[in-house]
């Protein structure tokens, strides 16, 4: 059974970082593409990003409401991706979720996702 | 970037009944591309549908997908009880990964 499981958020300051984690088993991690996908008050399901396989170069691709602010990265020894959060705004408050899919990989559709990790930007 | 738009934003509805939900894209979407999703309370999205209209395993046949081009729908034949949520379209292959606003399919 497949499951991702995201930690690291939390209450912040506007301007203020989190770093989050998802810890993925059941899946064939190394070559799997993981992604974020965040649910605001405003802008409801959002694609965050998303991180390559190390074997298929481990691009990462970003929305652009994030971009230049978010990155992300994997270690796949331990099975895991993290969302490193900079510049946190108000509007970056919602769940957010670690998604993924088994093969074929690519930007296609979620059939994997944790249970989310809510993370508060606020004064 | 490809928005897609889902009405009614709210439907009330009975268990039995026959429901078709629309998702309307600002262009034109490529059938392989157009996904469906269902949420309920204080859980992630499930993936329902993929490629327009194959249901994923395990997904009860009152459930289909259709429509091209830039209108598709999700229709559920007989609602049940466990049917009441919130439901997503999406659009995958091409980034930015988008997804309309939503359909809420609550008891009457």
């Known amino acids: 059974e497949v499951q991702l499981v995201e930690s690291g958020g939390g209450l912040v300051e506007p301007g203020g970082s989190l770093r989050l984690a998802c810890a993925a088993s059941?899946?064939?991690?190394?070559?799997?593409?993981m992604s974020w996908v965040r649910q605001t008050p405003g802008k409801g399901l959002e694609w965050v990003g998303r991180?390559?396989?190390?074997?298929?170069?481990?691009?990462?691709d970003y929305a652009a409401p994030v971009k230049g602010r978010f990155a992300l990265s994997r270690d796949d020894s331990r099975s895991m991706v993290y969302l490193q959060m900079n510049a946190l705004r108000i509007e970056d408050t919602g769940v957010y979720y670690c998604?993924?899919?088994?093969?074929?990989?690519?930007?296609?559709?979620?059939?994997?996702w944790g249970r989310g990790t809510l993370v508060t930007v606020s004064s | 970037e490809t928005v897609l738009t889902q009405s009614p934003d709210t439907l009330s509805l009975s268990p039995g009944d026959r429901v078709t939900l629309s998702c309307r894209a600002s262009?034109?979407?490529?059938?392989?591309?157009l996904a469906w999703y269902q949420q309920k309370p204080g859980q992630a999205p499930r993936l329902l549908i993929y490629?327009?209209?194959n249901r994923v395993t395990g997904l009860p046949d009152r459930f289909s997908g259709g429509g091209s081009g830039t209108d598709f729908t999700l229709t559920i034949s007989k609602l049940e009880p466990e049917d009441f949520a919130v439901y997503f379209c999406?659009?995958?292959?091409?980034?930015?990964?988008?997804f309309g606003g939503g359909t809420k399919v609550e008891i009457k």
């Open positions: 998604a993924s899919r088994p093969p074929p990989y690519g930007d296609f559709t979620f059939d994997y």
């Open positions: 059941g899946l064939n991690f190394n070559n799997a593409w």
């Open positions: 991180i390559k396989s190390n074997a298929d170069g481990g691009t990462t």
């Open positions: 262009q034109s979407v490529s059938t392989n591309s």
């Open positions: 490629g327009a209209s």
């Open positions: 999406s659009r995958s292959h091409t980034l930015p990964l988008t």
